[in-house]
Nanobody
């Protein structure tokens, strides 16, 4: 069984940067698409970004385009989210997710991902 363990996150001021990491264990991570979701207090969980198993395709939610970058290192079984120019509205618990799949298609649907990390808090103060 694959497990996802997240690290990174924390508190920064507006305009700051953070990097989230998510390391998979149990099976080669290259077999999985990876994504990040977030959930702010009182709000529904929302899609942030996704990357295909090879890393050749990426997808971003409109509000993070140009500020966040998703990446993966399959030799380290690790998924990353680099977050620049952070805003208070980025404050949320961020979740790493994965879905075992063939091909390079990506989806924003929460239901498509059956593996979830433990979540990590990101707080951006003004």
């Amino acid at each position: 069984q694959v497990q996802l363990v997240q690290s990174g996150g924390g508190s920064v001021q507006t305009g700051g940067s953070l990097r989230l990491s998510c390391t998979a264990s149990g099976r080669p991570f290259r077999e999985y698409s990876g994504a990040w979701f977030r959930q702010a207090p009182g709000k529904e969980r929302e899609f942030v970004s996704a990357i295909s198993p090879s890393g050749s395709n990426a997808l971003y939610e409109d509000s993070v385009k140009g500020r966040f970058t998703i990446a993966r290192d399959n030799t380290k079984d690790t998924l990353y989210l680099r977050m620049n120019s952070l805003k208070p509205e980025d404050t949320a618990v961020y979740y790493c997710v994965a879905d075992q799949q063939d091909g390079e298609a990506l989806t924003r649907l929460t239901s498509a991902y059956d593996l979830w990390g433990q979540g990590t808090q990101v707080t951006v103060s003004s």
